[in-house]
Antibody, heavy 119, light 110 residues
């Protein structure tokens, strides 16, 4: 069974860069059939798609965040990562990593990690 | 403003059947599979229904999904107190090239 686990700082200062890593176990991130994504959920609000990456390195980002987002993959470690620059309080959210099949919604999710943007 | 439209709330009494609707467009629900997630307080979304009407192993058959045109619905029969949660629909959007979500429906078991 595939498992995903997010890791990274829980507190980031305004204007700095948020960095998170998702470690995948129980399956290879190099499987060509899946994308690996980041999704966030502000406190008390709904889900927002951030972007996704394939093992080949091809990426797609939500246009509303595109100028600030970078998603990368490290197949040797079976991990993928998120960087979100110039954060503000509006970026405070639970960040989830998830896996999905091409043109389908995610099937496996990580447990999520709360990132608070505050000085 | 979510791309998919869900009612913000729903309710029912134990044993009852409730349905939650999800409305989209031809670029998402109309041309791709609908997924449903259950989110209990403080936890990650859990896959409840995939490919419109398929249940993952371990999901009770009290939960069922259906799709018609650009709309979908989730039905929960034999409502139980532990079903009290937020429910989200999702679908790939061909125009946006990523997954879009509904705004979520908070289900209350009275």
């Amino acid at each position: 069974q595939v498992q995903l686990q997010e890791s990274g700082p829980g507190l980031v200062k305004p204007s700095q860069t948020l960095s998170l890593t998702c470690t995948v176990s129980g399956g290879s991130i190099s499987s060509g059939d899946y994308y690996w994504s980041w999704i966030r959920q502000p406190p008390g609000k709904g889900l927002e798609w951030i972007g996704y990456i394939y093992y080949s390195g091809s990426t797609y980002y939500n246009p509303s965040l595109k100028s600030r987002v970078t998603i990368s993959v490290d197949t040797s470690k079976n991990q993928f990562s998120l960087k979100l620059s110039s954060v503000t309080a509006a970026d405070t959210a639970v960040y989830y990593c998830a896996r999905g099949e091409y043109s389908s919604s995610p099937d496996y999710w990580g447990q999520g990690t709360l990132v608070t943007v505050s000085s | 403003q979510s791309v998919l439209t869900q009612p913000p709330s729903a309710s029912g009494t134990p044993g009852q059947r409730v349905t939650i609707s999800c409305s989209g467009s031809s670029s998402n629900i109309g041309s791709n599979y609908v997924y449903w997630y259950q989110q209990l307080p403080g936890t990650a979304p859990k896959l409840l229904i995939y490919r419109n009407n398929q249940r993952p192993s371990g999901v009770p058959d009290r939960f069922s999904g259906s799709k018609s045109g650009t709309s979908a619905s989730l039905a929960i029969s034999g409502l139980r107190s532990e079903d009290e949660a937020d429910y989200y629909c999702a679908a790939w959007d061909d125009s946006l090239s990523f997954v879009v979500f509904g705004g979520g429906t908070k289900l209350t078991v009275l």
